[in-house]
């Protein structure tokens, strides 16, 4: 198998369902591709799940360039794609092109950021200098805060509709493909339908293209796990054993030997 582009991500669509995961580190990112994962997404999610914050808006661009550095040096064959951070492109259009061609040049093969028609301007312009764009609709969490919490999104029939026209403006403007999360399955299989690049689903449903799964929730990393996720592992429960095991045997000085 060769390395995965975004040709060959939008080839895929009707044609094979895609298992893709976040990971921010060389380490995991080595053995999700190695086991065939096509797409890595360098998440914002690495707030929460790696750096120890509520939410995604404390991250920064240079912890998002050093984790997209980190994992696109364990990769051989998935797609990188590092998410741009809360403020990296809210602030004009030239700081985010600067932001993102810096995540590029740090290893990512495309770039994913939040929003629908607002940022259409954005997308046109980034992927018409060469910068391959994953748009994100639905339930963006850079948006917690104008939700009031981390809330499924589309479930009115007036929502729904303004979630289909982002869908749709982000393709029109050259999005390669488009993350739906925690929409009804029924508005996910619509937009599927009528898009014709692929969409990610991540508590969007059966019906997507392909799906998330945050990393540290498929391997059983943290405590709790949204309950569309499942948890493919309990590494967590392993980890904590193993180090407890280790302070355990330095102790009866069963360690070393
Ligand atoms: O940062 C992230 O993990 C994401 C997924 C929810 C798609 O954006």
Redesign the pocket.
């Known amino acids: 198998m060769k390395k995965w582009n975004v040709a060959a991500i939008k080839a895929a669509k009707g044609v094979e369902r895609l298992g893709c995961c976040?990971a921010y580190d060389a380490c995991f990112a080595r053995l999700a591709d190695e086991a065939g994962v096509p797409m890595i997404?360098?998440?914002?999610?690495?707030?929460n799940?790696v750096l120890g914050f509520e939410t995604?808006l404390p991250v920064n661009i240079e912890d998002s360039i050093s984790a997209v550095s980190a994992v696109a040096r364990g990769v051989k064959e998935a797609l990188v794609i590092g998410?741009m951070p809360f403020g990296s492109y809210q602030c004009g259009d030239d700081l985010a092109m600067i932001n993102a061609v810096k995540l590029i040049k740090a290893g990512a093969d495309a770039i994913?950021l939040?929003g629908g028609v607002r940022v259409v301007g954005l997308i046109k312009r980034m992927t018409e200098a060469g910068i391959p764009v994953m748009a994100?609709v639905g339930m963006t969490?850079q948006s917690v805060n104008e939700y009031g919490g981390f809330k499924k999104q589309g479930k009115t029939p007036e929502a729904a509709k303004t979630i289909l026209e982002d869908a749709k403006a982000v393709e029109a403007v050259g999005a390669f493909a488009v993350?739906l999360?925690c929409v009804p399955e029924e508005l996910a299989a619509q937009i599927t339908s009528v898009l014709k690049v692929p969409t990610?689903g991540?508590?969007a449903g059966v019906q997507c293209d392909a799906q998330?799964l945050?990393m540290h929730d498929l391997l059983g990393l943290n405590e709790r796990s949204p309950s569309f996720a499942k948890r493919y592992a309990e590494i967590g429960r392993t980890v904590r054993q193993a180090f407890s095991d280790y302070v355990a045997e330095v102790k009866s000085a069963a360690f070393p030997n």
């Open positions: 976040t997404l360098v998440g914002d999610s690495i707030g799940n995604t998410d994913k939040e994100h969490p993350t999360e990610v991540i508590g998330w945050v």
